[in-house]
C-alpha cells in the first residue's frame, strides 16, 4: 500500500537556524508529494508540491525536491522565523484523488 | 479563493449522542473528504465522495456516516458517539480534473466526547 514516514519531532530550533524535516514514502506507482502545514488553531494549507521526480517545490523560503531514487520529499528552510512554528505535514496522492499523509512533526522556533 | 467552511470549530457531545458536522465549499468542487487527525497518527480518511450522493469508505469509516445531498455541503454523522471519537475533524475539497491532487481544507472541528 502506500505510506509516508515523515521524521518525529517535536522540534525546536531558534531563529534563523536551518530547518529540514525528513520524509519517504512508498507508493505503487508515481505519486504527486506535498508539504502541507498547520499553523495554530487553523486547519491545514498547502506549503507547495512536486509532480515526478526531481522536480522541486518552493513557497515561503520552504524547499523540497522529488527523489524518485531515494522515494523521499524532505523539506528544507534556510532560516526559520518564529511565524513559520506549525505542524508539518508530508503526503503523497496517486491518480485516485485521496492523500495519504505522515504523522506530522511540530516544529516550535524560539526567538 | 476556495473556501471550505466547517459548522463549529469546537463541539463537546455526551457518549450515545447522534453528533452532525457539517462542511460546505464554495467552489463547486465534485470531490469532499473527512478526516480525523489524532497526534502521531497524522490524518486518516474517514469517507470520500466524489459527487452528490456517492461516497466511499476511506481507511477508518467505523462508527461514522456521511451525506452528501448538494454538491457544496458534506456531512459527517456519528450515530453514537464514544468517547474514542474525541479528535479534531478536517473537511477537504478538490475538483475534479486536478493534475496533482491538492486539496483544500476546511478550518477544522475539535469535538470532546464525555
Known amino acids: 500500500g502506500n505510506s509516508v514516514t515523515q521524521m518525529e519531532g517535536p522540534v525546536t530550533l531558534s531563529e534563523e537556524a536551518f530547518l529540514t524535516i525528513n520524509c519517504t514514502y512508498t507508493?505503487?506507482?508515481?505519486?504527486?508529494l506535498f508539504w502541507y502545514v498547520q499553523y495554530p488553531g487553523e486547519g491545514l494549507q498547502l506549503l507547495l508540491k512536486?509532480?515526478?521526480?526531481?522536480d522541486k517545490g518552493s513557497n515561503k523560503g520552504f524547499e523540497a525536491t522529488y527523489r524518485k531514487e531515494t522515494t523521499s520529499f524532505h523539506l528544507e528552510k534556510g532560516s526559520v522565523q518564529v511565524s513559520d512554528s506549525a505542524v508539518y505535514f508530508c503526503?503523497?496522492?496517486?491518480?485516485?484523488?485521496?492523500?495519504?499523509f505522515g504523522a506530522g512533526t511540530t516544529v516550535t522556533v524560539r526567538a | 479563493d476556495v473556501k471550505v467552511t466547517q459548522s463549529s470549530r469546537y463541539l463537546v457531545k455526551r457518549t450515545g449522542e447522534k453528533v452532525f458536522l457539517e462542511c460546505v465549499q464554495d467552489m463547486d468542487h465534485e470531490n469532499m473528504f473527512w478526516y480525523r487527525q489524532d497526534p502521531g497518527l497524522g490524518l486518516r480518511l474517514i469517507y470520500f465522495?466524489?459527487?452528490?450522493?456517492?461516497?466511499e469508505k476511506g481507511d477508518i469509516p467505523e462508527g461514522y456516516s456521511v451525506s452528501r445531498e448538494k454538491k457544496e455541503r458534506f456531512s459527517l454523522i456519528l450515530e453514537s458517539a464514544s468517547t474514542n471519537q474525541t479528535s479534531m475533524y478536517l473537511c477537504?475539497?478538490?475538483?475534479?480534473?486536478?493534475?496533482?491532487?491538492?486539496?483544500?481544507f476546511g478550518p477544522g472541528t475539535r469535538l470532546l466526547v464525555l
Open positions: 477537504a475539497s478538490l475538483p475534479t480534473g486536478t493534475p496533482d491532487g491538492t486539496q483544500y
Open positions: 465522495s466524489y459527487d452528490v450522493k456517492m461516497k
Open positions: 512536486a509532480t515526478k521526480a526531481d
Open positions: 507508493a505503487t506507482g508515481y505519486p504527486s
Open positions: 503526503a503523497l496522492s496517486l491518480n485516485d484523488y485521496k492523500l495519504s
